[in-house]
C-alpha cells in the first residue's frame, strides 16, 4: 500500500513540476501581420524574427464571432509591423483590418493548435 501512494504522489508532484497546466488558459493571445505586397509564412510568432511590411503603422480593426461584435479598435503595428489582439479562448472568429492600403476579412482562430501568427491578413484596395 505505502508503495502505490508513494508512486501516485511522485506522478502528482512531477506533474506539478513539469507545469502542466490543469485547465486550459481562458485567453489567447493573436499577433496579427497586415500587408499589402510580401509575406511571410508563419504559426508561432517570434517577436525578435518575425517581420511585416507595415511597421507603425495604424489600423481599424474589428472581431466577430457568431454575428456578434466582439471589440473593435484602433490600433498601430510595432516595430515589427504586428499588432497584438487578445480573445477568448477556444473560440472562431473573422478578424476585418482595414487601413490606407486596404482591407481584408479573414477567419482566425483561438483553438489549441491553431497559428498564433496572423500573416495572411493581405489587404485588397477598397473598390
Known amino acids: 500500500m505505502f508503495a502505490v501512494v508513494f508512486i501516485a504522489v511522485g506522478y502528482f508532484l512531477g506533474y506539478l513540476i513539469l507545469g502542466v497546466p490543469s485547465t486550459p488558459p481562458t485567453k ?5 501581420a497586415p500587408y499589402s505586397t510580401t509575406t511571410h509564412p508563419c504559426f508561432t510568432h517570434n ?39 487578445v480573445l477568448d479562448s477556444g473560440s472562431f472568429y473573422w478578424l476585418t483590418v482595414e487601413g490606407d492600403k486596404g482591407i481584408s476579412s479573414v477567419p482566425i482562430s483561438t483553438h489549441i493548435g491553431y497559428a498564433d501568427c496572423i500573416t495572411y491578413v493581405h489587404l485588397q484596395s477598397r473598390k
Open 28 to 32: 489567447a493571445t493573436l499577433y496579427i
Open 47 to 85: 517577436k525578435e524574427s518575425c517581420k511585416a511590411e507595415n511597421p507603425n503603422t495604424q489600423f481599424k480593426y474589428k472581431v466577430v464571432s457568431n454575428g456578434e461584435l466582439v471589440m473593435e479598435d484602433t490600433t498601430s503595428t510595432d516595430k515589427n509591423g504586428f499588432f497584438e489582439i
